[in-house]
């Protein structure tokens, strides 16, 4: 091949300088585009991670949301607030408290319709809400005028941010107090600070009222208003909060930043029933360099496909008089170089597939984490509503033969509401159920507990069995905790069974330590373990009992194996049978 003279007079700069102005050109197309499509994939997460959580604080607040509409039910709060016996006061507090630590609530009280506190679940702490005046708080006065109100205020003793459901007692011709429940974030930011990123729950003002970071709580996204800023201190929502400018702000372009000043990726999600937002945040730094650090990579195999081939035309640019072996040499040699760049750009082409797709896992396990606190709450949101439903029905049968037919009707409207709430948690259930278990992370043992106890509680008092539980404040393990609570719940049947017919039937569940690993013992003062069977009791089809298929315990010891931990006959201290599950530390 011939060039014209004035391309062999080029010099080497000049080809130098073209190769360099593609480079840049290539690396400034290519880091736009992998950057763009990063964020646009922290978006799509973010937004995935924002609808998970919603989907959680739903389902949360509706199972809060029934506590007043129940209570507001209770004849015992009506004859408390007009009776005002001590002794159907003292009643009522008990009632209160042993009501709250079945339900996970802070704190339920009963407000008298000038607004002093007449009983609450805290009556005899330092915490106490008894004899104090809140009519001037928002919950009360809206429930009185209008039947109901929710309101997210930091507690005046407690401290403690908090939203507020109350409940008008009586009709609203003549109210006789309001019944209050507060609900708290902490049990949820905890379980959505296992996602990466940060969740804020944020009010119509920009007020950060509950975080992952708790570094963000009541602080502000943007500077309030003066007037705005005047109006909150008084009210006396925020106690003596600054609601100043936290790690998290909002620039002048609607960009969320975060600490250090990092450009965050922003997702929202409404809480249902509320006029709150739920945000997700997730940083975009460690995406935008990896996005750059690939653009620079890929510039680099184009810029040596370039250097070759700018050497080549140098070279024919110098050597025009090459012979034709030496012409068909260097061809060769190109284009065995242009193949082995081929190779390596569809390598990292498919290295880049492959990152995607561990992403794609990544949220996939995401998604099966969230589905064991939603599973493990199906019971008790079913069986809440239906409870709620028999006490309704009671209720009204005592309204009709008093032919109170308005009670009758609001009975009956509430129990409709609580039939399709039914309908609607078991269609969301079925959805998620195919989408497998969860995985193991850290659990609160305290939670395992009481979800084990919604499950058996009832069964264990109405068959009058004594039974020990340990103390709160227990640590936490890595478990899973839907099917740690399934071992708890069959050991815990077992030893019910056992201790039927005993004079004084007796059931303990106590928490032991060795170091790594927590232990769970379930004793009873049955008959105990039969010595023939022995080990064997853990084999399928081996069982003690008349009418049981023997597959409990295995199923319970696998699960346990599968948790990194085990399951044991062990000695009883009760004089029965005693089973020890073994379940790693948090």
């Known amino acids: 091949m011939q060039y014209p003279a004035q391309m062999r007079k080029l010099p080497g700069f000049v080809i130098a300088l073209m190769v360099a102005l593609v480079a840049a050109g290539v690396w400034a197309v290519s880091s736009a585009l992998l950057q763009r499509k990063a964020m646009a994939g922290l978006s799509g997460e973010a937004a995935q991670l924002a609808r998970q959580h919603s989907r959680l604080i739903d389902s949360e607040l509706a ?134 990123g940060q969740t804020f729950i944020v009010d119509p003002n920009g007020i950060i009222l509950a975080a992952t970071d708790p570094q963000a709580e009541l602080h502000v996204l943007l500077p309030l208003p003066a007037a705005l800023r005047e109006n909150v201190a008084a009210s006396g929502q925020f106690h003596d909060a600054p609601l100043d400018a936290g790690p998290y702000r909002l620039d002048d372009r609607g960009r969320m930043h975060g600490p250090g000043d990092a450009l965050m990726a922003e997702a929202a999600e409404p809480v249902a029933g509320t006029d709150l937002r739920l945000v997700h945040l997730l940083p975009t730094g460690p995406a935008l360099r990896a996005a750059a650090d690939q653009a620079v990579v890929g510039t680099l195999a184009i810029v040596s496909a370039l250097g070759l081939l700018a050497g080549a035309v140098g070279w024919r640019l110098t050597r025009a008089a090459r012979a034709a072996a030496d012409r068909r040499a260097l061809e060769a040699a190109v284009a065995s170089r242009t193949a ?136 936490v393990v890595l478990a899973e905790r839907v099917r740690l609570e399934q071992v708890l719940v069959n050991l815990l049947q077992n030893a019910l069974d056992a201790v039927a017919g005993q004079p004084d039937p007796h059931v303990a569940l106590i928490v032991g330590g060795d170091g790594e690993a927590l232990t769970l013992t379930v004793a009873d003062n049955g008959p105990g373990v039969d010595a023939a069977l022995g080990a064997e009791v853990f084999s399928p089809f081996v069982t003690g009992k008349a009418e049981g298929l023997g597959l409990g315990l295995g199923i319970a010891r696998d699960i346990m194996k599968d948790l990194g931990g085990g399951l044991e006959l062990a000695p009883s201290p009760l004089g029965g049978a005693a089973f020890t599950a073994r379940v790693p530390r948090g």
Do not use: C
């Open 340 to 475: 082995e760049l081929s190779t390596e750009i569809a390598e990292r082409a498919r290295a880049d597939q492959r990152f995607r797709e561990a992403r794609e896992e990544l949220a996939q396990a995401n998604r099966l984490a969230s589905l064991g606190s939603i599973t493990a709450g199906l019971v008790h949101e079913i069986n809440q509503p239906v409870a709620t439903i028999r006490t309704l029905a009671e209720n009204a049968r005592h309204h009709l033969t008093a032919a109170r037919l308005d009670r009758v009707a609001r009975n009956l409207d509430t129990t409709v509401e609580l039939t399709a709430r039914i309908g609607q948690i078991t269609q969301e259930m079925r959805r998620f159920a195919r989408r497998g278990r969860g995985a193991v992370g850290p659990v609160a043992l305290d939670d395992v507990i009481e979800g084990t106890m919604l499950l058996t509680g009832d069964r264990f008092r109405k068959a009058g069995v004594r039974l020990d539980l340990p103390p709160r404040g227990q640590p």
């Open 63 to 196: 199972r809060f949301r029934l506590l007043p509409i129940v209570l507001g039910e209770y004849t015992d709060l009506e004859n408390a607030l007009t009776g005002r016996s001590a002794a159907a006061l003292e009643r009522m507090n008990g009632k209160l408290h042993s009501l709250a630590g079945e339900t996970g609530a802070p704190v339920i009280y009963l407000i008298d319709a000038e607004g002093r506190v007449m009983g609450a679940s805290n009556a005899g702490t330092e915490e106490s809400f008894v004899g104090r005046d809140y009519g001037f708080r928002p919950y009360f006065r809206v429930a009185m005028a209008q039947g109901t109100a929710e309101y997210y205020a930091v507690g005046d003793l407690s401290g403690r941010p908090g939203l507020f459901l109350s409940r008008r007692i009586g009709p609203a011709a003549a109210p006789i107090g309001v019944v209050v429940v507060k609900y708290e974030f902490g049990a949820l930011t905890r379980i959505w600070g296992n996602d990466p």
